[in-house]
């Protein structure tokens, strides 16, 4: 069969992929949420979910620099990739061993035909679509709750040394205007590097510490001092702010959570 990923390159499949090998972690998630754990015969060292599976399958590195010989042995019959996570240079690599689907998602609406994509490209209709519609109504529910409530502005953090947060063209982005906040940051691109010095001058509500990719805790709260108060220092699950795919099904419920231990309404 012929089809298109989200970057618009056409696959040539001629059966359904049955040896697969994903180089994003959330997508590797994904995969197992329909049902093709067993189908899954390499990922990368971070696909840490579900718990477990990475001591039952191959690791073939990391997403940014992966063991072309391992991937090659493991003869799989297709391999997923991300336009972000991983480099063109491993798209490239990967292509001479066998067809690849590239993702590209920023949006929810792009979540969602990435799930519709892995149901007709691995058999899997019915799962994708069950997943996509309970994904819907809680976005949906969400979105009705948080109508007329006014945004806290938050700066997202996901790096130290240098720290670096989230610009307006990425996912984290669009994911926070979702549960109801508005990034300091609207204004730049991608992610830009920060002096924490500099948020002094800015209306901040709240400062989220990501889990990842930079797991930062409590002890990095003394960066801080002088400069933010702690009480507005908030650590996030980096995961229900920057996963696709089947991590957003808890995504909504996250939100909801975190808006609640701030004391905000819905």
């Known amino acids: 069969m012929t089809i298109k990923d989200q970057l618009s390159r056409t696959l040539l499949v001629k059966t359904t ?44 590195g990391g997403t940014k620099q992966i063991h072309s010989d391992k991937l090659e042995a493991l003869n799989p019959d297709i391999i997923l990739c991300n336009k972000e996570e991983n480099t063109k240079e491993i798209v490239d ?6 067809p690849v689907h590239v993702s590209n998602v920023q949006t929810l609406e792009e979540n969602y035909e990435l799930i519709k994509q892995y149901g ?14 309970k994904q819907k109504s809680e976005f949906s529910q969400l979105t009705n709750q948080l109508k007329g409530v006014k945004k806290k ?22 994911l926070l205007k979702i549960a109801g906040f508005e990034n300091v940051f609207a204004n730049k691109s991608r992610y830009p590097e920060l002096q924490l010095e500099s948020l002094k001058d800015l209306a ?5 510490l990501s889990s990842e990719p930079y797991p930062f805790n409590e002890k990095h709260f003394k960066d801080f001092k002088g400069i933010i108060d702690k009480s507005k220092l908030i650590k996030v699950d980096g995961e229900y702010f920057s996963w696709y795919g089947s991590r957003l099904l808890g995504a909504a419920t996250y939100f909801k959570h975190l808006r609640a231990s701030l004391g905000l309404g819905l």
């Open 17 to 60: 992929p049955k040896r697969i090998v994903s180089l994003v972690p959330s997508q590797t998630e994904l995969l197992v949420n329909l049902g093709l754990e067993h189908q899954i015969v390499g990922l990368t060292k971070f696909c840490v979910h579900p718990k477990g599976l990475i001591k039952k399958k191959t690791v073939v």
């Open 93 to 98: 690599t990967c292509e001479e061993i066998c």
């Open 120 to 133: 007709a490209l691995f058999n899997k209709e019915p799962e994708a679509e069950t997943l996509i519609s």
């Open 153 to 174: 502005r938050v700066v997202y953090l996901i790096w130290r040394n240098p720290y670096m947060t989230i610009g307006n063209d990425t996912f984290i982005n669009y």
């Open 204 to 208: 901040i509500d709240y400062v989220f």
